[in-house]
């Protein structure tokens, strides 16, 4: 456990984690993407740009577009962009974090991260003619694979430039694994905790 002496050192080396630019909180869902919008808007133009996460989770498909405008702020203008996790960054949270590089993602103290597949609930319905049903089957079958296409693909993207093997990870994913912040580091997924 670090002293207080390393702490303050940590935080000396982190200014700009002490007060994010972006800072989200909540169920990751269409209003967590608004708020991102507004607050990356507002946030001064140059240098880093620091965004914070606290959340139990929501949909992925919002995490995921978040992600692609850091992403695409990285690519097109050169922007460094830090992730800062506090407390929980669980499931959608997560998917968010994966688009940041590992060097460029942080965690405060006891924070915990986790990481499950992605869940589905659907009834498939079955009426009408015959030879319309296999369609109705193969459209179901056809958005499962791509649902794993897509998780696999951010899967990947949470590990890279860690030492957690995918193996690893796929293994673990199905019963929700929870990292401790200290964890976190030591396996690679986050430069540093403060």
Excluded at 13 to 25: D, E, F, I, R, S
Excluded at 114 to 128: A, D, F
């Amino acid at each position: 456990m670090p002293d207080d002496q390393t702490r303050a050192a940590k935080a000396t080396k982190y200014p700009l984690l002490a007060a994010p630019h972006v800072q989200l909180h909540g169920t990751v869902d269409d209003v967590m993407y608004r708020s991102f919008k507004d607050q990356v808007l507002a946030a001064p133009k140059d240098g880093p740009l620091v965004v914070s996460i606290t959340t139990l989770g929501g949909d992925p498909e919002m995490a995921r577009a978040m992600g692609d405008a850091i992403r695409l702020m990285r690519d097109y203008y050169g922007r460094e962009t830090l992730f800062l996790g506090k407390v929980a960054v669980y499931s959608a949270g997560a998917t968010f974090m994966s688009a940041f590089p590992v060097e460029c993602r942080f965690l405060t103290r006891r924070t915990r991260l986790m990481i499950h597949e992605r869940l589905m609930s659907s009834t498939v319905q079955l009426s009408g003619p015959l030879n319309t049903l296999p369609a109705v089957l193969k459209a179901k079958l056809n958005e499962i694979e791509q649902s794993i296409i897509i998780q696999e693909e951010g899967f990947r993207d949470l590990i890279a430039g860690s030492q957690v093997s995918f193996e690893e990870l796929t293994s673990r994913a199905p019963s929700n694994w929870y990292i401790e912040a200290e964890e976190a580091e030591r396996l690679g997924l986050v430069l540093d905790v403060i």
